[in-house]
């Protein structure tokens, strides 16, 4: 099986900064996708950003220009640059990988979330 931890999460004032990160752990053969999710309270989870193995990236249209995804395939680690926060970024940032296993299956992990609370 494999295992995301993320890290880096904590209250911040708005216009601050924060870096997140998830490291993937376990029977690894390729990590695909590399994605950040983020759930408010009494919202949806949505899509932040992702950043393909080849290095293509894409992100919401809310944080476009404030956030930067980025990855480290040697660490097997996807790190997720906060700037310019604002208070509607308050939400559980959750770490997604697309993996191949050893003998090709294919799965889609989930790590355990960490809190981003911008706020005075």
């Known amino acids: 099986q494999v295992q995301l931890v993320e890290s880096g999460g904590g209250l911040v004032q708005p216009g601050g900064s924060l870096r997140l990160s998830c490291t993937a752990s376990?029977?690894?053969?390729?990590?695909?996708?590399m994605s950040w999710y983020r759930q408010a309270p009494g919202k949806e989870r949505e899509l932040v950003a992702f950043?393909?193995?080849?290095?293509?990236?894409s992100y919401a249209d809310s944080v476009k220009g404030r956030f930067t995804i980025s990855r480290d395939n040697a660490k097997n680690t996807a790190y997720l640059q906060l700037n310019s926060l604002k208070p509607e970024d308050t939400a559980v940032y959750y770490c997604?990988?697309?993996?191949?296993?050893?003998?090709?299956?294919?799965?889609?992990?989930w790590g355990q979330g960490t809190q981003v609370t911008v706020s005075s």
């Open positions: 997604n990988a697309n993996v191949f296993l050893p003998g090709g299956t294919f799965i889609s992990s």
């Open positions: 950043i393909t193995s080849g290095g293509t990236i």
């Open positions: 376990g029977s690894i053969l390729r990590i695909e996708t």
